[in-house]
């Protein structure tokens, strides 16, 4: 059985391109509902926190283990959350390569830059920023191994 495909192989190519990009979209877009969930998640928490803490009476100190038990599973979620978004990340990156590889054989020149350039630019936050990062769980300072490792067409 012959494959359809020109002498430099272009056509397989473009359709491999083409089925990576559909991959990295689904997951660009997973990632913007991951932060919106998070975002909302804070949002909750910190409406919840204000309430509990301003209820009139006399609750005494339950008022406060609520209070930090709430914060406390937010931080966590968020932690959860984040170190989820950068496990996508990381995959993420890999698609670039796969995707700039065969682009730069079709077309001479890289198509997706983001998430590599990104994971650079955290790199060289100044310390104060990489601190608060690290405590709130959306930086690592060596995310390939501190997050479990992937395995690629599990099921």
């Known amino acids: 059985m012959e494959e359809a495909q ?8 473009r359709e491999v391109i083409d089925l990576m990009m559909k991959e990295y979209e689904s997951l660009r877009a997973e990632v913007t509902q991951r932060i919106n ?3 909302q998640a804070a949002g909750y928490a910190g409406a919840a926190t204000a309430i509990i803490a301003a209820i009139g009476g006399d609750i005494g100190v339950w008022r406060w283990v609520i209070v930090f038990a709430v914060v406390l599973l937010v931080v966590l979620f968020l932690q959860d959350s984040n170190k989820a978004i950068q496990r996508i990340g990381l995959h993420l990156q890999k698609l670039e390569r796969d995707v700039n590889d065969l682009a730069m054989e079709i077309y001479g020149r890289e198509v997706l830059t983001w998430e590599t350039r990104r994971q650079g630019q955290r790199r060289r936050e100044r310390v104060c920023w990489k601190f608060l990062g690290i405590v709130g769980g959306w930086h690592l300072r060596k995310p390939g191994k501190e ?3 992937t395995v690629p067409n599990a099921l």
């Open 147 to 149: 997050l479990p490792p």
């Open 37 to 39: 969930a998070r975002q």
């Open 6 to 13: 020109s002498v430099n192989g272009e056509p397989w190519q």
